[in-house]
């Protein structure tokens, strides 16, 4: 934990809170604090800082914090992302919270289990405490937006169009494709299926509505390998 994460609700008028939680347990466990101590620290959403340790006990931490920073800008790039399985999802949102970005939709294709949609890791819940943890990890406290599309075609021609207006628009894919582009300065949206790849009609549904296939070359890379390789090249 490199950022210690507060929901506004929980402060005083006096910007203090008392933790019970995770948080306090790591706390104890990990930095085993002192009154007087300092942490960095963040509000949900809001500006980064630091909090001081006004008690801490066995059974809570009270904090009080001041605010000082903006947190780090966000990528600028809109994510469509083929559902992947319930782990590799709870491990993908993590990496995508501490890379950046911002705006996430999930997708299902031909390749994606119907089953996947099932997955207890889909509850509102569990996405909010991977997205958490990937924000403590970066330090950063804006908290990205997780959208799902259960139809593809539907999506791509109804929604697409003006959620990737004034975008460079790419979709990664295995095959005979220009090279991923690097250091872009403009904001992308990028398309990434499930580890067999879109279908070749979903490729044709994307390249219709303005998308370039681009690949990262020979090797087949699980999804959280391919969107980590894909935003550091492109960003």
């Known amino acids: 934990m490199n950022l210690l994460l507060l929901d506004a609700s929980e402060l005083n008028i006096h910007y203090e809170a008392c933790l019970t939680d995770r948080r306090h347990q790591h706390l104890k466990s990990i930095h085993k604090p002192v009154a007087g101590d300092h942490f960095k620290a963040g509000i949900i959403n809001g500006q980064v800082g630091s909090a001081v340790i006004l008690e801490h006990t066995s059974d809570f931490t009270r904090i009080q914090l001041t605010l000082e920073t903006s947190p780090p800008a966000a990528l600028p790039v809109t994510l469509l992302l083929a559902l992947p399985r319930p782990r590799m999802l709870a491990r993908s949102l993590e ?79 295995p095959g005979n494709y220009p090279e991923c582009p690097r250091g872009l300065q403009e904001r992308v949206t990028l398309a990434i299926g499930p580890e067999g790849g879109f279908v070749d009609y979903e490729i044709d549904k994307l390249v219709a509505g303005g998308f370039q296939p681009v690949q990262l070359g020979e090797r087949i890379l699980r999804v959280e390998t391919a969107v980590t390789a894909l935003l550091a090249r492109l960003f």
């Open 95 to 173: 990496h995508l919270s501490t890379l950046g970005v911002k705006d996430i939709h999930l997708l299902h294709t031909a390749r994606v289990e119907k089953s996947y949609w099932q997955s207890p890791e889909l509850q509102a819940g569990k996405i909010h405490q991977h997205l958490l943890l990937g924000l403590e990890q970066a330090r950063d406290t804006l908290l990205p937006q997780v959208s799902f599309h259960q139809r593809f075609k539907p999506f791509v021609e109804d929604h697409l169009p003006e959620l990737s207006a004034a975008s460079r628009k790419l979709v990664a894919h």
